[in-house]
């Protein structure tokens, strides 16, 4: 039934116990596994204090290695129980729109992914990429906490 599992990652502990579902999950349905991580470019602010200058191309850079890092080690457990796996890297100011195209290009048949499970005021206002890619798909999406 589900041949291609789109699974987002962005590297943190809770990432990285669903990543061991959605392995199991693949196993399960002899599927192919496309784990997606994005950078978001640099939070650039022009009213930042004068006082502190970073580095944009270094903190791109940075997120980048660590993004790729995640991959690297998704892909490892991947082979390591016979999963076929392709792993991408993207950088993006928006990443559930990333995580939806990413599903249409590689023609997944569900996105598994974890959710932060923000609550009250933090939800409504700093959002969930898990609720923007809901609200963005025609896919089964698979919320894992």
């Known amino acids: 039934m589900f041949n291609t599992i789109l699974f987002p990652t962005d590297g943190s502990p809770l990432s990285d116990k669903a990543a ?20 978001q470019p640099f939070p650039f602010s022009p009213m930042a204090d004068g ?13 980048q ?3 790729q890092r995640a991959i690297d080690k998704i892909g490892a457990a991947a082979r390591a129980v016979g999963v076929p796996f392709e792993g991408v890297v993207a950088v993006s100011p928006s ?32 959002g969930s990429e898990t609720q923007k ?13």
């Open 95 to 126: 990443p559930h729109d990333e995580i939806v195209s990413a599903a249409q290009t590689y023609h997944c048949d569900i996105i598994l992914m974890a959710s932060h499970g923000r609550k009250g005021l933090n939800k409504l206002f700093v």
């Open 133 to 145: 890619v809901l609200a963005h798909t025609q896919l089964p999406v698979m919320v894992l906490r």
């Open 65 to 67: 290695e660590a993004s």
């Open 51 to 63: 006082g502190i200058v970073l580095d944009a191309s270094l903190y791109e850079q940075q997120m």
């Open 20 to 39: 061991e579902t959605a392995l199991a999950f693949a196993q399960l349905n002899k599927a192919k596994l496309v784990a997606i991580s994005v950078v």
